[in-house]
């Protein structure tokens, strides 16, 4: 239990000491890399929808499983791990050894002082916790994979989620040092079953990385019917790059919004982010605009009036990236957060409307 400790100095002002939120303690650690702030952090897990059974009620036949691309400072995985909490049963103490795992599964880092080096009451003690985490880590119902490139990043970032609380919400979460489609092939071999085909197996999906959209098609066949696929850009054109390479090779995602983040909004702004046809240039030149949001069909209808045997007239029209806010005003800072849904029956509607 916490307790909230107040006392009073002869001469002064009176202290009062109390545990730190987690907005208090994302905002005051030590930092390798820029956090997402706890503002931001806590509508991105808005945005994801995150909804878990408890331990005791109906019995689960595969756990909830998110991977998070990208961990950087570990604030985003320390919310992501608040909301899937509720899901596990209290877990063992933390072993003091590093969990974070490379592709072999050893870890990446020992951990281990002189003194347990040579005493071996405390290696075998070690070993038993270990053991002890590993048992209740297989029998957990949400699994939170997070995935850093850097092995300096991912070590700084299992720190600051084993120090909030004293590790709290630890438990829920698996270090691996590594790129997002490196994991995924791996843990798709891993799972793989006698004629090689691999179950789709991830909830949700978060890419908070450079050149997140090259990412998505690894991820894409990972994912299960109705997942939720969020990337987090400090661009809105890096949020177009996703749109497009969705398009582009026909991925099975339905486009839900794309929100600006940022101060002075508690919800972020409404960004309309999508593939458009371009106009024919003979409404160009007619005063109409380039874009529109007609459907593919209109826009064919419009080059064919006439039945004009011009080589123009008979061209597919050419798809053009939109990028506009919807409503709001202006604002500084904060990113863009881009959000998909898996639905093979909608995503190709979608394209052929």
């Not at 119902?141 to 590790?167: D, M, P, Q, W």
């Not at 459907?295 to 506009?324: I, M, Q």
Request: net charge negative; with cysteine.
């Amino acid at each position: 239990m916490y307790k909230l400790i107040s006392f009073d100095i002869q001469k002064g002002p009176t202290y009062r000491l109390t545990h730190p939120t987690l907005e208090e303690y994302v905002t005051l650690t030590n930092r390798q890399v820029t956090p997402i702030y706890p503002a931001d952090a806590n509508l991105i897990v808005s945005l994801l929808d995150i909804h878990v059974a408890p331990p005791g009620g109906e019995k689960q036949t595969e756990p909830l499983e998110i991977l998070e691309a990208g961990t950087g400072h570990g604030s985003l995985t320390l919310h992501l791990s608040r909301a899937i909490n509720a899901a596990n049963t209290l877990p063992p103490p933390v072993p003091r050894r590093s969990q974070c795992q490379m592709l072999s599964g050893e870890p990446a880092v020992k951990n281990k002082s002189h003194r347990e080096e040579e005493d071996s009451e405390s290696l075998k003690l070690a070993e038993e916790q270990q053991q002890q985490w590993d048992s209740w880590r297989a029998q957990r119902n949400a699994i939170l994979h997070t995935v850093e490139v850097s092995a300096k990043y991912s070590a700084h970032a299992e720190g600051v989620v084993r120090g909030f609380r004293r590790g709290i919400y630890a438990g829920n979460v698996d270090f691996y040092i590594s790129s997002a489609e490196e994991w995924v092939k791996e843990q798709s071999t891993r799972r793989s079953k006698e004629d090689s085909t691999v179950d789709p197996f991830l909830s949700h999906v978060i890419l908070d990385m450079p050149s997140a959209h090259l990412r998505i098609p690894h991820v894409a066949p990972v994912m299960k019917d109705d997942a939720i696929l969020l990337v987090f850009m400090p661009n809105v054109t890096q949020i177009g790059d996703c749109v497009e390479i969705i398009d582009k090779l026909g991925l099975p995602f339905v486009a839900e919004k794309v929100v600006e983040l940022g101060t002075g909004l508690s919800s972020g702004r409404l960004w309309d982010v999508r593939s458009v046809y371009k106009r024919s240039t003979g409404d160009i030149l007619g005063g109409k605009e380039a874009v529109g949001d007609e459907t593919p069909d209109e826009k064919l209808d419009e080059s064919s009036e006439g039945n004009t045997p011009a080589a123009e007239d008979t061209k597919v029209p050419k798809k053009v990236l939109v990028c506009r806010p919807k409503v709001g005003e202006k604002i500084v800072g904060g990113g863009f957060v881009g959000v998909w849904r898996k639905m093979y029956v909608a995503a190709r509607q979608d394209r052929d409307d």
